[in-house]
């Protein structure tokens, strides 16, 4: 979530057509098993548990609770998760491995699209894939769903079939085509998942990922140290910033719906934060790539992809034919 310290400043920007080759991340792609596959599988609320990986959490507070979902990264944190009473309950964790396939309008699948999972990092190959000759990438132990306990002794009040609040988890998944000319940036729940056999492992395949026409935005730096009257402070926070953590543009969605995540539809922060090379302070701009037509705000952030510092707003139309 960007800190909303200026809002007034201007920015000059360019938005570019197709045909930009993004640099991001490495190779983290897997290759299916050469095993029979089904193509309609199984729907995932029948897949049999002794098949996958279980986990309960016990009485674990909740900063711990934010602990285990930064080392697994594999699921999003959602703040309805949170609870007046941290410590207490008995929750399940249900994982196993997925895969998805990113596809263009027509259906065909997208080969050598990047993805990135969730909020990835510039640079993790753990949150890095790259679509194979299919169009698929595959995610190792997914947590796909979760047993939330409604409260303390709930499963020795209510039993076992009233003592848990299903949920079934969701991924948000960025694809950017290899030449950056197509995109998506969306969330992909298990709840609709269906399960196929690889290898004798069950599977969960997601919706595809469609990919639409996305654009790459010129963004000038001098705009980011344009000066003003009380800009010092401003200037000193950002060499600050960018001395400690790298110097990445992070981009969201303007006005964005601040709401409870199980209403979102579609996400608003857009990751990894683009890095600033230094061949591109050289040039004095740098490129941001596969974002739909739309109102966005930027600001300057970190290689992990957490926090920007700052607040710029710019549009990105289709390119005038």
């Not at 949150?127 to 194979?132: A, I, P």
């Not at 988890?169 to 030449?179: C, H, P, V, Y």
Request: proline fraction near 4%; hydrophobic fraction near 35%; glycine fraction near 10%.
């Amino acid at each position: 979530m960007f800190i909303k310290k200026l809002t007034r400043m201007s920015l000059a920007f360019a938005v570019l057509g197709i045909g930009m080759l993004a640099g991001c991340g490495g190779d983290n792609g897997s290759t299916a098993s050469t095993s029979s596959e089904t193509s309609s599988g199984t729907p995932i609320a029948d897949v049999d548990t002794s098949l996958v990986r279980k986990k309960v959490v016990e009485g674990i507070p909740c900063d711990e609770l934010l602990d285990e979902f930064h080392a697994l990264a594999k699921t999003t944190y959602e703040f309805s998760l949170g609870r007046n009473m941290c410590g207490g309950y008995a929750d399940i964790y249900m994982y196993m491995n997925a895969r998805v396939r990113v596809v263009d309008a027509a259906g065909r699948p997208v080969v050598g699209a990047d993805v990135y999972e969730g909020r990835c990092a510039y640079g993790n190959e753990g949150c890095h894939y790259t679509t194979d000759k299919k169009g698929y990438i595959y995610l190792d132990s997914v947590n796909y769903l979760t047993y939330l306990e409604l409260y303390e002794g709930a499963l020795e009040e209510l039993g076992p079939d009233s003592a848990y609040k299903l949920r079934y988890e969701k991924l948000q998944l960025r694809a950017i085509s290899a030449d950056s000319s197509l995109g998506a940036n969306v969330y992909s729940s298990f709840e609709h998942a269906r399960v196929v056999m690889i290898g004798g492992e069950p599977v969960a395949e997601l919706e595809d990922v469609v990919l639409e026409p996305v654009y790459s935005a010129k963004l000038y730096l001098d705009s980011i140290y344009a000066p003003g009257e009380d800009d010092e402070w401003y200037h000193d926070m950002l060499d600050e910033t960018i001395a400690e953590a790298g110097f990445g543009i992070c981009v969201q969605v303007e006005d964005a719906y601040l709401g409870s995540p199980d209403e979102w539809n579609t996400p608003f922060e857009f990751y990894p934060c683009q890095m600033v090379t230094e061949e591109d302070k050289e040039n004095g701009f740098v490129y941001v790539y596969g974002l739909p037509e739309g109102k966005y705000e930027f600001a300057i952030g970190s290689p992990d992809s957490q926090f920007g510092e700052g607040c710029f707003s710019f549009e990105v139309t289709r390119p005038a034919e």
